[in-house]
């Protein structure tokens, strides 16, 4: 077989292998492959899933930072309840115990009236009389009972002779120039004052000295 005609044969065998494969490929619905077309495609397909991945993250960035301030509104909400809450307690176990130590106070202020004239009625009875020994040692009976229940209750008298003149606790009704006294000093007690615990239920009423 002479050369050309070799070539020949080859030729028709390789278009019918090109035939055949175009069958093959007709047959099975697939296209011939493009290298290029694939390797394009396939970037393409990886850029898009970065850019997707990339979107997630950004989204699931968003949602930490926005819980993240959400715990923090919800964290200083608590705080401020709790700290409202431990003010009210306070408040109420501070007005609760006011409530037990003042709760005589508006009836022991009634009672200083019959202590003050008490004590002016034994200071009128000073006459030898049995009968006016006899009221006067009654009276001071009577005085040294509501003594007790007042201390028992913790209603004490305040002002004394010769300590220092205190506004909170002395109210000055004149003053006595005296010479050998040092100024503002309680000279004489007029009226009694008194308090409950440390509130002031009637100031003393007194003299007070001043330069001569």
């Known amino acids: 077989m002479s050369r050309e005609r070799k070539k020949q044969k080859h030729e028709e065998l390789l278009e019918a292998l090109d035939e055949a494969e175009a069958k093959i490929d007709e047959l099975t619905g697939q296209q011939p492959i493009d290298t290029e077309q694939s390797a394009n495609t396939q970037e393409s397909d990886t850029q898009q899933s970065n850019d997707d991945e990339s979107a997630v993250v950004q989204v699931l960035e968003q949602q930490i930072q926005e819980l993240s301030r959400k715990a923090d509104e919800n964290h200083d909400q608590f705080l401020r309840a709790k700290a409202e809450m431990e003010n009210l307690r306070r408040r109420t176990d501070r007005e609760l115990s006011n409530a037990h130590k003042y709760a005589v106070e508006k009836f022991a202020k009634e009672l200083l009236a019959v202590v003050d004239s008490l004590e002016l009625g034994i200071q009128a009875s000073d006459g030898d009389d049995p009968e006016v020994l006899k009221l006067r040692e009654g009276s001071e009976l ?71």
Do not use: C, W
């Open 142 to 212: 009577t005085l040294k009972l509501l003594n007790d229940v007042m201390e028992k209750f913790n209603i004490k008298p305040v002002g004394e002779i010769g300590e220092h003149f205190d506004p909170e606790y002395h109210q000055a009704m004149t003053t006595l120039p005296l010479k050998d006294t040092e100024p503002d000093t309680v000279v004489q007690i007029m009226q009694k004052g008194y308090q409950i615990h440390d509130r002031l239920l009637r100031p003393a009423l007194v003299i007070v000295s001043k330069p001569e």
